[in-house]
């Protein structure tokens, strides 16, 4: 992958460093080696540093994790799905980010609300959670994001959340996985409970990464989907981990068709199309009855 660097920051020659590491993969060395001497070299690379994406927003980004690592250095993660989805949100307009990381989208999302939209970012992880909030003072985004330090499930609750530690810290999950080394007590609540009590209306866009809980999710928005409440869904499915909670890509599927929704799936090189009965989906694009797809370009 050829990397660049969107706007020079102090910390970015430290990105570059260490995405030189993320991509040191030589081909005579046995895998169990290469990744020691990796996690021992990144391991220098754990302080978080300032950079700029291609939006022109300023980021904080940890080197030593891959995801955080490439932005800082390319300037985006997943920019043509972000840029087809764009269209859909107007200024103004009510985002909520579920599975928010370390907020990445966030300052898109916050970008495309304006001054008077709000982004809501769902987030359990401590950690993770500060990070975000440094987002909203680098940028003057204040008064447009909040962090809800919680985890999206179907009801309220308390339970245990699974953090990844290794170097993609954006796979934590309410589902146990490999790697996982630090378990946290986090509190749970549904979209639709959330929403009753911050008296938040109707939704432009839910962007929903929760590694396989997708399904506990979408139940937990059930009175509003009925309702097209949540005008779009952007989800990003994992197949692998929707058995971990009792969930089969075709029972989203049928779940959100039920519901009227639109139902687009990301297609390489760079569109959303329909397809009525998809053997695979990265990223599922849902538009509910009243959104018109012509305010979308399918081809960004």
Not at 1 to 25: K, T
Not at 133 to 160: D, F, H, K, M
Not at 187 to 206: C, F, H, I, K, P
């Amino acid at each position: 992958m050829n990397a660049r660097v969107a706007h020079e920051e102090p910390g970015a020659s430290i990105l570059r460093d260490a995405w030189r590491w993320h991509c040191w993969q030589p081909r005579w060395m046995p895998g169990r080696f290469r990744s020691r001497i990796t996690r021992w070299a990144l391991a220098r690379y754990s302080h978080p540093v300032v950079c700029h994406l291609d939006t022109g927003q300023r980021f904080v980004a940890r080197p030593n994790d891959f995801v955080q690592c490439e932005i800082g250095v390319t300037g985006s993660w997943e920019g043509p799905i972000y840029r087809a989805v764009r269209p859909l949100v107007r200024s103004g307009s009510t985002v909520l980010d579920v599975g928010a990381h370390v907020g990445y989208s966030a300052m898109l999302f916050a970008e495309w609300v304006g001054s008077r939209g709000s982004v809501y970012c769902f987030e359990p992880v401590p950690g993770h959670a500060d990070q975000i909030e440094e987002g909203p003072r680098l940028n003057g985004y204040e008064q447009r994001i909040a962090v809800c330090r919680l985890a999206v499930s179907e009801r309220r609750g308390r339970t245990a959340f699974h953090h990844d530690t290794t170097q993609n810290t954006g796979m934590g999950s309410l589902a146990p996985r490999p790697g996982q080394s630090v378990t946290l007590q986090v509190d749970t609540r549904s979209l639709d409970e959330w929403r009753a009590d911050e008296g938040v209306g109707e939704v432009a866009l839910v962007k929903i990464d929760v590694e396989g809980a997708e399904g506990l999710v979408l139940r937990g928005m059930a009175r509003g989907l009925g309702a097209g409440q949540y005008r779009v869904l952007l989800v990003e499915v994992h197949e692998g981990e929707l058995s971990n909670f009792g969930t089969r890509l075709g029972g989203l599927l049928s779940e959100l068709s039920s519901t009227g929704y639109r139902l687009l799936r990301w297609q390489e090189p760079g569109r959303f199309v329909t397809d009525p009965a998809p053997d695979h989906v990265s990223y599922l694009l849902a538009l509910a009855p009243s959104v018109n797809a012509l305010d979308m370009e399918l081809t960004p």
